[in-house]
């Protein structure tokens, strides 16, 4: 695909000649932003996205506990993904390591083929179980139409908040109570 493509994002972040030239090879229509501008829309747009996934992670019963510093820091980690409809996220009995939080979409859970709970929409998340514990995965979670999860993997999670894995297993009462609202 040609179309939105981006290039010289590097030599404006770093402030470093062009690594290469870049020859159109058709008729094309191109916008150019000076350094100053594009700083100021990538702080703006980086910005509003760390208030939305600090929005998201405020509503996750289990990150509860977090500071929030720690929240922020967790929310500059977070991986946007695009699932299409019918796309398999994660699949019952396999084992991972990583934690979705639903940005835009909607999701189904299935366990054995049938479907075990409600839909799951914006703001809510699964995979949680896999930053407590090595547990394989309980249902297969697919995107019921084309949704947007932010991901974070527990090595990435660790990393940033250290010892946290070990104080959310020591508020698993807070993780029970969520189980039982969800079902």
């Not at 100021?40 to 992670?57: E, G, N």
């Not at 049938?114 to 514990?133: H, K, N, T, W, Y």
Request: glycine share 4%; charged share 25%.
């Amino acid at each position: 695909n040609t179309r939105n493509n981006h290039f010289g994002e590097l030599a404006l972040l770093y402030d470093a000649p062009r690594s290469a030239t870049v020859v159109a090879a058709t008729d094309v229509s191109a916008w150019a932003l000076d350094r100053q501008t594009f700083k100021k829309v990538l702080m703006v747009t980086t910005m509003k996205q760390r208030k939305l996934y600090a929005a998201f992670l405020a509503e996750v019963p289990i990150l509860s506990v977090l500071s929030p510093y720690e929240k922020r820091t967790l929310a500059d980690a977070l991986k946007p993904v695009f699932c299409e409809q019918g796309q398999m996220i994660i699949e019952e009995g396999t084992s991972s390591d990583d934690f979705y939080i639903i940005a835009d979409g909607e999701v189904k859970c299935t366990k054995n083929g049938v479907e075990v709970s409600r839909r799951l929409g914006s703001g809510d998340f699964f995979g949680e179980i896999a930053l407590i514990s090595n547990e394989v995965r309980q249902a297969t979670v697919t995107a019921a139409k084309d949704t947007t999860v932010l991901m974070i993997d527990r090595d990435t999670f660790k990393r940033l908040l250290g010892p946290m894995e070990l104080h959310l297993r020591n508020h698993a009462s807070l993780y029970d109570k969520y189980i039982t609202h969800r079902k």
